[in-house]
């Protein structure tokens, strides 16, 4: 059997979103900007799309933009939202996904700006009270930080962080990627500035995602070309992908208590397992508070493995797909930031096993007894 733990990373398609998906690349093939009867049929089923998921996050449609994925969303919001307000500070963590690290980095380097990181406790999780200091010395900032970490499945409370930062006319980002469709998110308090989604994350297409910007918060365009998206992002639209986004997200939030459930069944048997069969295993960020990660991410540290690709490498033969890390880390030998952050030992093999409603109890006994034997013979 093949099988595949790397959900973080990406999902399966939907077969129920591929059908939806499908007569927008053959039969309805207009350019949504063209005025004709193809173009405006298209056009509609794109403001659907939007509107479907604007209602799920309780917002307006005018907030919704389209994007290619997470990436391109983090980008353009902390870019653009930096240079148009002039802002000078950015305060962010270590621990974020490269798609926002890598951008704000690459703005200080310019002397755009100067990033702040706030404090990472033991477990993973942002010190509030260092964060609330931050914020509160530093008015006019830009606060990027995420929702559910990827790597080692903690999730910050954006309610709190977004209360803090509106004190201060600070503007508050957070990458979403890894809980949009898995939790309820209702944004219509208005204190969350902007998030970002990506489909593929939740068995939608890749290369298709989003970003909600606050209407109170105004910034110019990322890609420059024609007026799609309100004049945010030139382009033709990847209507397909569109189409599957809004499905895939509206059969995840439909579905959301039944995958909840299962996944975490899936998870707290795996770590009891784990438990009894692994002496001296790490688990990394919070992984066994059901309140404070992600259900369906879970990281390990694996201990007394000389040769961490290796192992990696042998869960591979054995036909099972885990990462080290995220996707972008795999391959390469470097250890994650993140884990770097939470001082992982060095004879210790970090495993990221990500479930999805696809995964089975049979499949996790069988990774359990995979590891448990490689580990034996490292
Ligand atoms: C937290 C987080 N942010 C951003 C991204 C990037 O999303 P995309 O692959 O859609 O560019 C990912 C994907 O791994 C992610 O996990």
């Known amino acids: 059997m093949n099988i595949y733990f790397d959900n973080a990373a990406t999902t399966k398609l939907d077969k129920r979103v591929l059908e939806e998906m499908i007569p927008f690349m053959v039969e309805n093939y207009g350019n949504p900007s063209s005025i004709h009867k193809h173009g405006r049929e298209v056009k509609a089923s794109v403001e659907n799309s939007r509107n479907k998921i604007a209602d799920i996050l309780g917002v307006t449609p005018g907030e919704i933009f389209f994007t290619s994925g997470g990436t391109e969303a983090d980008n353009t919001f902390i870019i653009n939202a930096i240079y148009s307000r002039k802002i000078k500070t950015a305060i962010t963590s270590k621990i974020e996904h490269h798609a926002v690290l890598h951008t704000l980095e690459d703005l200080e380097q310019k002397n755009v700006i100067k990033i702040l990181y706030v404090n990472i406790d033991s477990n993973g999780h942002i010190d509030y009270t260092h964060l609330e200091e931050l914020i509160s010395s530093h008015p006019k900032s830009l606060i990027s930080l995420m929702h559910g970490n990827n790597e080692i499945g903690n999730i910050t409370d954006i309610e709190r962080v977004a209360q ?37 994350k939740f068995h939608g297409p890749k290369g298709i995602g989003f970003m909600y ?38 059969i995840t939030i439909e579905e959301k208590d039944k995958t909840k459930k299962r996944i975490e069944n899936l998870k707290f048997n795996m770590i009891d397992m784990l ?15 059901p309140k404070k990660s992600l259900f369906h991410v879970l990281s390990l540290s694996i201990p007394k493995i000389e040769d961490k690709q290796m192992f990696l490498f042998n869960l591979d033969i054995n036909k099972i797909s885990v990462s080290a890390g995220s996707a972008c880390s795999s391959g390469s030998s470097k250890n994650s930031h993140v884990l770097e952050e939470l001082k992982l030992k060095d004879n210790h093999s970090p495993v990221r096993i990500s479930f999805s409603k696809l995964n089975t109890m049979e499949e996790v006994n069988y990774v359990v007894e995979k590891i448990v034997e490689l580990q034996k013979i490292s």
């Open 275 to 289: 438990k009894r069969n692994v002496k001296n295993l790490i688990f990394n960020g919070d992984c066994e508070n």
């Open 164 to 200: 803090i930062c509106n004190t201060n006319d600070s503007i508050f980002h957070s990458d979403t990627v890894q809980t949009i469709g898995h939790f309820n998110m209702n944004l219509s308090s208005n204190i969350i500035h902007s998030i970002v989604g990506s489909a593929h």
């Open 213 to 250: 910007i606050n209407n109170k918060i105004k910034i110019p365009p990322y890609i420059i070309g024609g007026s799609q998206e309100r004049n945010m992002r030139g382009g033709t639209e990847n209507v397909s992908g569109i189409i599957g986004l809004s499905k895939a997200l509206e």
